[in-house]
């Protein structure tokens, strides 16, 4: 996660998200990281990565971090930094908790009461994988068929509870 400096906005328009989102898949590219899941909110970030070696996290999130301030600080005529000093990561060794990190990023912005429900959520990975798991190009294949395994209706239940709660 990469939080905004202070809490505060790092997303302002709706070039905004599409700027970062174009820039991550170029990284993801380069990193050649696998995606999960992500959410781009008002305010922070969340990315759910594995990478081909670890020291290519740190990489492509400050990598993409500076590339993103420079646009943002040049665009709005602002100087300073976006984001707060360090971003926060956490490794993930259960595969069945990949599911539960995936569903908690993806229905952010709904717990955060921007969206009464995730398909309607224009930055996250939800529409591109759980309404057409085909349209991701960026999203990790393993991911996908774990998600549509048996174990994916447990998943599916917490999407449901959450949507209608």
């Not at 305010?43 to 081909?52: D, E, S, W």
């Not at 590339?67 to 600080?73: D, I, K, L, T």
Request: proline share 4%; glycine share 6%; charged share 20%.
């Amino acid at each position: 996660m990469q939080r905004g400096h202070n809490r505060e906005a790092c997303f302002f328009g709706e070039e905004d998200y599409s700027t970062y989102l174009h820039w991550f898949g170029e990284a993801l590219k380069e990193t050649s990281c696998s995606l999960h899941a992500y959410a781009l909110m008002t305010n922070h970030v969340r990315l759910l990565l594995t990478p081909k070696n670890a020291a290519t996290v740190p990489k492509l999130v400050i990598s993409l971090g500076q590339r993103y301030v420079q646009y943002v600080n040049r665009e709005y005529r602002r100087t300073g930094t976006l984001w707060d000093p360090r971003y926060k990561s956490s490794l993930i060794q259960a595969e069945t908790y990949l599911l539960t990190c995936i569903v908690y990023i993806e229905l952010n912005p709904v717990r955060a009461a921007m969206v009464d429900d995730p398909a309607h959520s224009r930055w996250t990975s939800y529409r591109t994988g759980a309404c057409d798991p085909g349209g991701n190009k960026w999203r990790d294949q393993r991911s996908l068929a774990h998600a549509r395994s048996s174990q994916s209706l447990g998943v599916e239940r917490q999407i449901d509870a959450a949507t209608t709660d």
